[in-house]
C-alpha cells in the first residue's frame, strides 16, 4: 500500500516561470491537503479539497497560486510566476472520510522548490 | 490568536529522562487532537491521535486531553537521542491547524 506520492522532490525554477507540483494520496483517500513550510518554520496551511471541488483555500496567497483535484490523476498545485519567496518545502497530506472528523492525515514526502 | 500554540523550544532533556510538550488551541469545537513527529529535512510523521479527554499510552508515548482547558500534551519516557525532532500539535474541527512545533534535543 503505497503512501502519499509527491513529485518531483526537488524543482528549480527561474523567476518568472512556473512551477506544477503533483500529489497522489494514498489508496482510498478521498481528502488532498497542500502545505508550506519556510526554513526553520512551522507548516503553514494552504487548500484542502476532495476529488473535483475546494473545499477550504483559505491559505493559499490570492495571486499566482492554484491547486487542482481532477476526477483521474494527482492533486496539483500551480504557482506561476514564481519569485524567490516561493521557495520552500510543500507538502501534500491525505486522509480517508471518517466520521466524526478523525481525519488522520498522512503526508508525503515533499516537493523542495528552490526559485533563483 | 494562533489557533494552536506550543512553545517553539529548543527543549532539552538528558537520555532517559520524561519529555514534555504542551500545546493549547482556541477553537472550543475541536474533535481530534494529533502529534506529529518531524526529523530535520524530512515530513511531518504521525505519532500519536487523541480524541477524547484523558491519558493515551502508546510505547513510551503519552498524550494528554483536557477540552476544558483546550490543552493537549505529549509525553515522551526514557527520551532517546533518535527523539530529537520538531514536535507539531495539530488540532482538527472545522479546519485542520498545526502548530509551529516544538524543537526537541535529547542529550545523550
Known amino acids: 500500500n503505497a503512501g502519499v506520492m509527491q513529485n518531483p522532490r526537488h524543482l528549480v525554477r527561474r523567476r518568472g516561470q512556473e512551477a506544477r507540483l503533483r500529489c497522489s494520496p494514498m489508496k482510498g483517500h478521498s481528502h488532498v491537503y497542500w502545505y508550506r513550510q519556510l526554513p526553520e518554520e512551522g507548516l503553514k496551511f494552504m487548500v484542502y479539497l476532495q476529488k473535483e471541488n475546494i473545499i477550504d483555500e483559505s491559505g493559499m496567497p490570492k495571486e499566482r497560486f492554484s491547486a487542482e483535484f481532477p476526477k483521474e490523476g494527482p492533486s496539483i498545485l500551480r504557482i506561476q510566476q514564481v519569485v524567490r519567496g516561493d521557495s520552500a518545502a510543500y507538502f501534500c497530506?491525505?486522509?480517508?472520510?471518517?466520521?466524526?472528523?478523525?481525519?488522520?492525515?498522512?503526508f508525503g514526502a515533499g516537493t523542495r522548490l528552490s526559485v533563483l | 490568536q494562533k489557533e494552536v500554540e506550543q512553545n517553539s523550544g529548543p527543549l532539552s532533556v538528558p537520555e532517559g529522562a520524561i519529555a514534555s510538550l504542551n500545546c493549547t488551541y482556541s477553537?472550543?469545537?475541536?474533535?481530534?487532537f494529533f502529534w506529529y513527529r518531524q526529523y530535520s529535512g524530512k515530513s511531518p510523521e504521525l505519532i500519536m491521535s487523541i480524541y477524547s479527554n484523558g491519558d493515551k499510552e502508546d510505547g513510551r508515548f503519552t498524550a494528554q486531553l483536557n477540552k476544558a482547558s483546550q490543552y493537549v500534551s505529549l509525553l515522551i519516557r526514557d527520551s532517546q537521542p533518535s527523539d530529537s525532532a520538531t514536535y507539531l500539535c495539530?488540532?482538527?474541527?472545522?479546519?485542520?491547524?498545526f502548530g509551529t512545533g516544538t524543537s526537541l534535543t535529547v542529550i545523550p
Open positions: 495539530a488540532v482538527t474541527g472545522n479546519q485542520f491547524y
Open positions: 497530506a491525505s486522509s480517508p472520510l471518517l466520521a466524526g472528523g478523525k481525519n488522520i492525515q498522512y
Open positions: 477553537d472550543r469545537v475541536s474533535q481530534s
